[in-house]
């Protein structure tokens, strides 16, 4: 079996039609800083958080945030490297 390589491909990208900002991981939303999805303040749209391109609401985002849960084990809380 050949040995093939895996890419990560993270990208900040902007929609010219109406000035929305999206952060992606491999090509699907994603963001753990904060809202992957961001509108114009003008444009009165609330931003959407997502993890790994499935759409939460800020709360349920936050819980996944906080708890660690979804995380690398490098990034999660109380974990101890040695």
Known sequence: MENQEQYVVVRKLTRVSDGA???TLNYKLH???G????YPK???K????Y???IQYSKEQWLEF????EGLPFFKQ???KMR
Request: charged content about 20%.
């Open 65 to 68: 945030k906080n708890g660690g």
């Open 42 to 44: 003008e444009s009165g």
């Open 51 to 53: 993890i790994y391109g």
């Open 31 to 33: 963001s753990w800083k």
């Open 46 to 49: 609330k931003p959407e958080y």
């Open 21 to 23: 900002v999206g952060m």
């Open 35 to 38: 809202p992957a999805l961001k």
């Open 77 to 79: 809380a109380g974990t």
